[in-house]
């Protein structure tokens, strides 16, 4: 049975990353690869309702990310179909290629840790279509934004899903994680944005002039952006306080922005209003790509129910030994698959006996758990959500920003265990 699910989701996996070349969409690839090991794990078991009860288990997960990315891009496809983002745009006078590359990666970079990767890579790419017309240098930016939110998130607390796991697990404390994370992540982000910065030459195509909404007045534009704005801030501050899944922090702040853009536009005509209402946002957001999240979780979800990932935990304690070592193959291990499962199985299988509270271990997989994933494009929420919104490829994203990625992350590490082995810290 194991083999089985192994082949499935290797072939699985092979479809998602050839999707241009057979001409079969991903997020279908992905659904059928998502029910297959989920089948075959049910066929092969005796116990069905352990089965169901564990498939239940991980769809509660499964859903909390997936409303979340819902919410998080009606709130931004909201923002957009006011001109919200012109608040931005309007500041942002460079046109300079590289001095856009270090605006937009410390932009990224620092608010991954206020928001978190997923919805700050669904925030900045939306922004970039606005600033980057041409849609080949965009791609390229849209590459340094995953590796910038990625990096971000894994120093704070609230920035990656697994740097908050460790958090609440009690592995890892707020103050810590960002004192002794803080420069090996920016490490992991400023030296594929150096390379990209000399890769890129002259100045950036002047965007067409934007067809100003009518029915959105100025008044209007300024109140939904700073409102969807509070939304997206709201949420790691409603989690804290109410230690609540982060999804019902970003569906409280939609039915806000809901409330809001309809008293708004309540004495406007109705072909007017239907343009700026979540009605339309709905229609809007890229559906596929939810669809696309929806099988890879489940996918992984199988590997993880049947033990196949804590089975390549346990080889790797044994085969490898050193715990540095075991912590970097684990973060090139989430580019390919979730990060999450891994270090579940890593909480499961280190004490706090063995490793105490702040121990360098727990801070070093949260930071290598929270970049390795941008080594590939599906390897991490803000990779795929930057996927299905500015349709990249897998090898395109393989040739292009993978080795950047890749630098970056080994540099990343290297920085924290010197860093370590200089201080003891």
């Not at 030994?321 to 291990?333: A, F, H, P, V």
């Not at 897998?394 to 082995?421: M, P």
């Amino acid at each position: 049975m194991v083999l089985i699910v192994s082949l499935i989701f290797i072939f699985g996996y092979a479809a998602i990353a050839l999707e241009h070349p057979i001409k079969i969409n991903k997020a279908a690839s992905a659904l059928v690869t998502g029910v297959l090991c989920w089948t075959v794990f049910s066929l092969f078991t005796p116990d069905k309702e352990h089965v169901v009860e564990s498939l239940t288990e991980h769809l509660g997960d499964v859903a909390g990310i997936l409303f979340f990315l819902l919410g998080a891009m009606v709130i931004v496809e909201l923002i957009d179909a006011h001109d919200g983002f012109e608040i931005i745009t309007d500041r942002i006078q460079t046109k300079s290629k590289k001095k856009m590359v270090w605006i937009i990666g410390i932009i990224t970079f620092f608010l991954s840790a206020v928001l978190d990767n997923l919805t700050t890579t669904i925030v900045i790419v939306s922004l970039l279509r606005k600033i980057i017309p041409s849609n080949k240098e965009r791609l390229l930016f849209a590459g340094l934004v995953v590796i910038s939110a990625n990096a971000g998130g894994a120093w704070s607390p609230i920035g990656d899903v697994t740097t908050t796991m460790l958090w609440i697990g009690g592995q890892i404390s707020a103050g810590n994680i960002i004192m002794k994370t803080f420069i090996a992540s920016f490490v992991c982000f400023a030296i594929p944005a150096t390379i990209i910065s000399l890769q890129v030459k002259g100045e950036l195509e002047k965007p067409k002039p934007a067809t100003p909404n009518l029915s959105s007045l100025p008044g209007e534009r300024k109140a939904v952006f700073f409102i969807g704005i509070c939304a997206l801030l709201f949420v790691p501050i409603f989690k804290t306080i109410t230690h609540l899944p982060p999804y019902m922090g970003i569906l409280f702040g939609l039915g806000i922005m809901w409330i809001v853009t309809e008293m708004i536009h309540s004495e406007k005509d109705e072909r007017d209003k239907d343009i700026l209402s979540v009605n339309y946002a709905l229609r809007k957001i890229d559906s596929p790509s939810i669809l696309f999240f929806l099988g890879i979780l489940i996918s992984v979800s199988a590997l993880q129910s049947i033990g196949v990932l804590r089975e390549m935990a346990l080889w790797m304690n044994q085969g490898i030994g050193d715990i540095r070592i075991i912590t970097i193959s684990i973060g090139l291990l989430s580019s390919i698959v979730d990060n999450v499962p891994l270090v579940a199985a890593a909480q499961g299988m280190y004490g706090m006996d063995q490793f105490p509270k702040d121990h360098y271990f727990w801070e070093f997989l949260a930071y290598c758990a929270g970049t390795g994933g941008s080594c590939l494009i599906i390897g991490s929420a803000a990779g795929v959500a930057a996927m299905g919104i500015e349709k990249i490829e897998f090898f395109w994203y393989l040739k292009k920003i993978a080795w950047l990625a890749l630098i970056g992350y080994l540099a990343g590490a290297g920085a924290y265990l010197l860093e370590q082995y200089l201080f003891h810290t």
